[in-house]
């Protein structure tokens, strides 16, 4: 967790205000029952009116202090302690969203979200406290004990029976706490993975009619969530009443003692009243400290697992040598023996892949379920590097380009059309903001998207809901289509971004792509032939090997994989 404390470097100069102020309020408190004592001992023992008076207003000027103080301390720590969680959430995000997807697949998104909200809340209120309670406790503990020893040396001889006991509770409590609050995190993290999942798959689940199995999965973590904050709360549950105990019992001891004490006229009854107030200061400082101390564990599991994300290397980014990326009219992309895993598989998702898409071409690459077509394009943008091989820009291995350069020269449209919230135009706009108004109907012209958008009641202004969840898939497509080409790439890659388009807009679309792509690379995945049948160049992929490659016509006179697919999809057609 002191890791995380480098964020507050912003923050130093609130940080020694808040404790400079702290310091003065807890004098002003701890000088509070020494007016007290003065006060009875020779004010009222004494009869003397204008010394209760003068001592009196002492004591409401100091208390009036003592509570601007601590209002002025409160919203200094609130200001820290929220800039600081803001910094945190920050620095975590930044983090992510430069992580290769080998490190987002390790972590999982349910588990990144819970890291960046729950963890980060727990990290905040820790330190929220340290600033307040932690703080403020070491110094009154010791303040209230040297005080206190100077009102009565014998009577604070009581303090060495209670003092040990509470922290032998403490100790014992957070022993057993520790553990569990680890463990509460890692169960918050499932209970997110099961919301998370079941309320994007929410269409399948009822398709299925598997509502009632969900519903035992999600109870079923949630009562596991429930019983492992129940332990935690039962032996958190013990630490207040046996303090109480141990704080009543401290009362009773030094009135009785005090008692005796003044009874021998070894000690006034304003002493004893002063002395009584610190020997509750002390015992409150201890169980703020003991709350503190019970909370930290919590944090620790949390701050560890946010440290966990920030400490990671992404294995993809920018090394030493990297360059900028020459100017070229076209960009030749070429496939050399490429070979890749994925963590954990026992096979390899590609291997052995050479190939060279030409700039002013269209190379499409085929193939069946599982055969590597998508990670193939997924390795161009470096969302994965090649195991082995290497992927070259016109003759430069890729992994000497910088990245954001690298990443400039693609369009891409992903498997799964990606829309984000706000309007049709947010989202075409997305990777090129200098894109005129004439510049925005043109590419939904050729995304075949502009019939469905002047459709809408505001047009392009209208508005996109979470994930496009208001769009059909096919239109969700040609929206996504129309943003990559926005961007005017050296490079397109289209990853099975035709399939929910019909055999009329598939063609229509392919046909306006040919007239505008020029001298720009086009790289296609597509599960249909007569998507790809046009390609200069077909790459057939079968188990993660290229077993051929040619044209439409080639193919079909030579490759069996190829003509298989062709069948299999006229059979279909046929049937339908």
């Known amino acids: 967790m002191i890791a995380l404390f480098k964020y507050l470097k912003p923050y130093r100069l609130f940080i020694v205000t808040v404790l400079t102020l702290m310091f003065c309020g807890i004098m002003l408190e701890l000088y509070l029952p020494t007016l007290m004592a003065d006060l009875v001992d020779k004010g009222i023992a004494d009869n003397n009116i204008g010394y209760v008076w003068r001592t009196g207003g002492l004591m409401l000027l100091c208390a009036v202090i003592s509570v601007a103080l601590t209002i002025l301390v409160s919203y200094l720590s609130s200001r820290i302690t929220l800039g600081f969680s803001r910094d945190v959430r920050k620095a975590l995000f930044v983090q992510v969203e430069g992580l290769s997807l080998q490190e987002f697949d390790r972590f999982g998104t349910a588990s990144l979200i819970t890291r960046t ?14 600033l307040g309670m932690m703080t403020r406790a070491p110094i009154m503990l010791v303040g209230g004990i040297i005080l206190a020893i100077s ?20 100790f014992l409590i957070s022993r057993r706490a520790i553990p569990l609050f680890g463990l509460l995190q890692k169960k918050t993290d499932k209970l997110n993975l099961l919301l998370r999942e079941t309320l994007i ?67 006034q009854v304003g002493n ?50 990297a360059i900028d990326m020459p100017a070229a009219d076209g960009v030749d992309v070429a496939f ?19 190939f060279t898409a030409r700039a002013g071409q269209t190379t499409a690459i085929i193939g069946s379920t599982g055969s590597g077509k998508s990670t193939l394009l997924r ?20 992994r000497r380009i910088k990245l954001d350069q690298l990443r400039a020269q693609l369009g891409y449209v992903p498997q799964k059309a990606a829309l984000f919230r706000g309007t049709i135009r947010d989202n075409i706009r997305f990777g090129n903001g200098d894109v005129s108004d004439q510049q925005e109907q043109d590419v939904l012209e050729i995304a075949q998207a502009a019939d469905f958008v002047k459709a809408k009641e505001n047009g392009v202004l ?13 239109q969700k497509q040609r929206v996504s289509i129309a943003r990559a080409l926005a961007r005017k790439p050296s490079i397109y890659l289209f990853d099975d971004s035709f399939s929910a388009l019909d055999y009329k807009t598939d063609a229509r679309l392919r046909k306006a792509l040919k007239q505008v792509t020029g001298k720009a690379t086009v790289i296609i995945v597509a599960q249909r032939v007569s998507t ?45």
């Not at 050399?336 to 050479?354: I, M, P, R, W």
């Not at 044209?551 to 059979?571: A, F, P, R, W």
């Open 379 to 398: 390795m161009i943008p470096r969302f994965y590097d090649v195991e082995s091989g290497k992927i070259m820009f016109n003759g430069i291995d890729i």
């Open 201 to 267: 798959g929410t269409r399948v689940v009822r398709a299925f009619n598997r509502v009632g199995y969900e519903q035992t999965r999600f109870n079923e973590a949630n009562e596991d969530y429930r019983d492992t904050g129940i332990r935690v709360n039962r032996i958190l549950a013990l630490l207040f009443p046996v303090m109480m105990l141990v704080m009543n019992f401290t009362s009773i001891a030094i009135i009785w003692f005090g008692g005796i004490r003044i009874d021998q006229g070894e000690m």
């Open 336 to 354: 050399d023996k490429v070979t890749f895993h994925y963590a954990g598989a026992e096979k390899s998702a590609l291997h052995n892949v050479s």
């Open 151 to 170: 009102r009565d040396a014998k009577l604070s001889y009581i303090f060495l029976a209670s003092l040990p006991v509470l922290s032998l509770l403490i």
């Open 117 to 130: 909200t729950n963890d980060i809340k727990q990290v905040q209120d820790v330190t929220s406290m340290i």
């Open 272 to 321: 004893l009243m002063a002395f009584l107030q610190y020997a509750m200061m002390i015992l409150i400082s201890l169980v703020m400290l003991s709350m503190a101390f019970v909370s930290i564990p919590r944090a620790q599991a949390s701050a560890k697992r946010i440290n966990e994300v920030l400490n990671i290397n992404s294995s993809i980014q920018d090394n030493e040598q």
């Open 532 to 576: 790809v049948m046009d390609a200069d160049q077909i790459i057939v992929l079968h188990e993660g090997e290229i077993v051929g490659s040619g044209t439409h016509k080639q193919l079909m006179e030579s490759n069996l994989i190829y003509q298989e697919i062709v069948q299999s999809q006229q059979l279909e057609e046929e049937s339908v």
């Open 462 to 474: 209208d508005e996109v809901s979470q994930g496009g969840g208001n769009l059909s898939g096919g």
